[in-house]
């Protein structure tokens, strides 16, 4: 680790840790998931309430050298957990993608498709998945990498999460960072390109609740307390603060380099505990 990452993990680990319990709000965040806190968790129900992927079909669709992208889905089979990921509940689960930017005066489409961006959200009884993926750069081949990398994601936690008792936070991250290669590889099998990947996993422990989180990249994640009228980040220990951002870099990505291993240069784990509503 060079001298400049070192400063900016012991300055995150002096301001956001300390040896006592979890203060709602506050963040917890390292490179090393094993140096978080760990808190007990209930036991995670796989009885789903909401669901939605997105833009247009969002996972459903990875097949590779195709530019339209599918019109039908087939929702009599499961894909990455679900048998229908256009199933949203605005009291639980649902996602929204919008393009910024502008449209082509002459065609009417809006510059920049196709939109590189996807996500998924998943709610169950006591826990939920969200993730988001921005393909890097734009075109076909970023927004391939972005709906693998989603797509890979999902299926692994929809299935890793659930086929035997969780008891802590670290188990939550442990199957984070498995989602997290499952999407590296899923990328690098159907030849997307590069994207970012933030995953944040909600999950109960009697009237606790906290957020696991990992981020590879620029994607942010925040909460939003209604109660104090306040926004948290989530994914704030990644970057160094002190630097002014680079928005030419992410930082890190999943996808095809050099050598096919994705760039986990800034990949790093939070915890944080929240409140209901």
Not at 138 to 164: D, Q, T, V
Not at 233 to 254: I, K, Y
Not at 260 to 266: F, T
Request: aromatic fraction near 8%.
């Amino acid at each position: 680790m060079n001298e400049e990452k070192r400063f900016t993990w012991q300055k995150f680990a002096s301001f956001f840790q300390s040896s006592g319990p979890l203060h709602p709000y506050r963040l917890y965040s390292n490179e090393n998931y094993s140096e978080l806190p760990i808190e007990s968790i209930s036991p995670l129900s796989n009885n789903t309430v909401a669901c939605e992927s997105g833009p247009d079909v969002g996972l459903v669709d990875i097949a590779r050298h195709q530019k339209k992208g599918i019109l039908k889905v087939n929702n009599t089979i499961k894909i990455a957990g679900q048998k229908n990921w256009q199933m949203p509940d605005q009291q639980f689960a649902c996602g929204l993608s919008t393009s910024l930017y502008d449209h082509n005066p002459f065609t009417g489409e809006v510059n920049g498709e196709p939109i590189a961006d996807c996500f998924a959200v998943c709610a169950q009884e006591n826990n939920a998945i969200l993730s988001i993926a921005d393909g890097v750069n734009w075109g076909y081949k970023p927004r391939l990498a972005a709906r693998c990398a989603i797509h890979g994601a999902m299926s692994c936690l929809n299935e890793k999460l659930f086929e035997k008792k969780l008891n802590t936070t670290k188990d939550i991250f442990e199957r984070i960072n498995l989602a997290i290669e499952t999407a590296q590889q899923t990328i690098v099998k159907n030849e997307g390109s590069l994207t970012t990947l933030t995953i944040s996993i909600v999950c109960q422990s009697n009237r606790r609740w906290f957020v696991c989180s990992a981020i590879v990249g620029d994607s942010n994640a925040y909460v939003y307390s209604p109660k104090r009228k306040s926004v948290f980040e989530l994914t704030q220990g990644s970057r160094n603060l002190n630097n002014e951002r680079d928005m030419r870099s992410p930082g890190g990505a999943l996808g095809m380099t050099m050598t096919e291993k994705a760039d986990l240069s800034n990949l790093t784990y939070s915890l944080m505990e929240i409140e209901q509503g």
